[in-house]
């Protein structure tokens, strides 16, 4: 199958590193979720993806069932949803303020990528932000910020919100199982 000319290739990760287990060898079409509204009227793709906190953070803005249905109708039959989602809702009740900073590159192209967690008074949702740091010249630099806000989903509720939107075979795969930081949801259209 042939990417529609909108579709850029994804560069490789867990997700779509899961997506080639599962698919097989071969080229597969691979679209983010936050691009099924514009590829409606493209060709069926192999595979549809949800970074890290895509699903929180839809969830929060109440458009997560929306989205995970425009993935279901643009995925041809057999193809794969796969998400990233945080398991959280047992931190509800302790409330941690941020997890450990993440550090990639080296040298000069080293940055850090630093979160914090502002949790609401009853556990169900916080909010999140991102501050990414990057070597200046002489000392480190703010590259940028991003600031959402995000559901806590517990393993039942993803689950739950998959089989609604019509998929099936939704499995769950531990970090070990599929080399991501986060638990990965495949499920199949």
């Not at 060898?25 to 691009?35: A, E, K, P, T």
Request: hydrophobic fraction near 45%; glycine fraction near 8%.
């Amino acid at each position: 199958m042939t990417a529609a000319p909108d579709v850029v290739p994804l560069p490789e990760d867990p997700l779509t590193e899961v997506v080639a287990a599962v698919l097989g060898d071969g080229s597969h079409v691979v679209i983010d979720l936050l691009d099924v509204g514009r590829h409606q009227d493209g060709p069926p793709v192999d595979a549809v993806r949800a970074g890290d906190d895509l699903l929180p953070r839809l969830a929060h803005e109440n458009a997560l069932d929306q989205a995970l249905l425009l993935a279901r109708t643009v995925l041809r039959p057999g193809g794969l949803f796969v998400a990233a989602v945080p398991e959280l809702d047992k931190l509800g009740r302790l409330r941690p303020t941020a997890p450990p900073p993440k550090v990639s590159g080296r040298g000069p192209e080293r940055q850090v990528t630093v979160q914090l967690w502002d949790w609401a008074a009853d556990g169900e949702s916080y909010a999140l932000e991102v501050v990414r740091l990057v070597r200046g010249a002489e000392t480190w630099e703010v590259a940028n910020t991003v600031s959402t806000r995000h559901r806590v989903l517990s393993p039942d509720q993803v689950a739950a919100a998959l089989a609604d939107a019509g998929f099936g075979a939704v499995q769950r795969l531990s970090p070990a199982e599929c080399g991501h930081p986060l638990p990965v949801w495949v499920a199949v259209a």
